[in-house]
Nanobody, 123 residues
Framework: QVQLVESGGGLVQPGGSLRLSCVAS????????MGWYRQAPGNQRDLVAN???????NYADSVKGRFTISRDNAKNTAYLQMNNLKPEDTAVYYC?????????????????WGQGTQVTVSS
């Protein structure tokens, strides 16, 4: 199993910034892609941004130019820098990672989710 732990959420005023972190832990695993999703009450969980091992990134149109995803492969950590936050960014933000994990001599795919961190943008 690969566990993901998010941190960095909180309450911020419109126009403010937050930085989310997601740390992956486990044994004998390698990560392909890491991503951030968000879910507001009554809504589905949507992709915010993701980054693959090569460093290529993808963003939802609603956050382009305001959010930046990055990762530190040596630390198995992904970050989401969120600037110029808007009330509509309010949601629970979830980290996701996929890749491969070794069980003995067998490699299996994994896809893991974190527990989520609340981001509230309000004056």
């Amino acid at each position: 199993q690969v566990q993901l732990v998010e941190s960095g959420g909180g309450l911020v005023q419109p126009g403010g910034s937050l930085r989310l972190s997601c740390v992956a832990s486990g044994n004998r695993f390698s990560i392909n892609a890491m991503g951030w999703y968000r879910q507001a009450p009554g809504n589905q969980r949507d992709l915010v941004a993701n980054i693959i091992s090569s460093g290529s990134t993808n963003y939802a149109d609603s956050v382009k130019g305001r959010f930046t995803i990055s990762r530190d492969n040596a630390k198995n950590t992904a970050y989401l820098q969120m600037n110029n936050l808007k009330p509509e960014d309010t949601a629970v933000y979830y980290c996701n990672a996929d890749g491969g994990i070794m069980y003995g001599f067998t490699r299996a795919a994994f896809n893991s989710w974190g527990q989520g961190t609340q981001v509230t943008v309000s004056s």
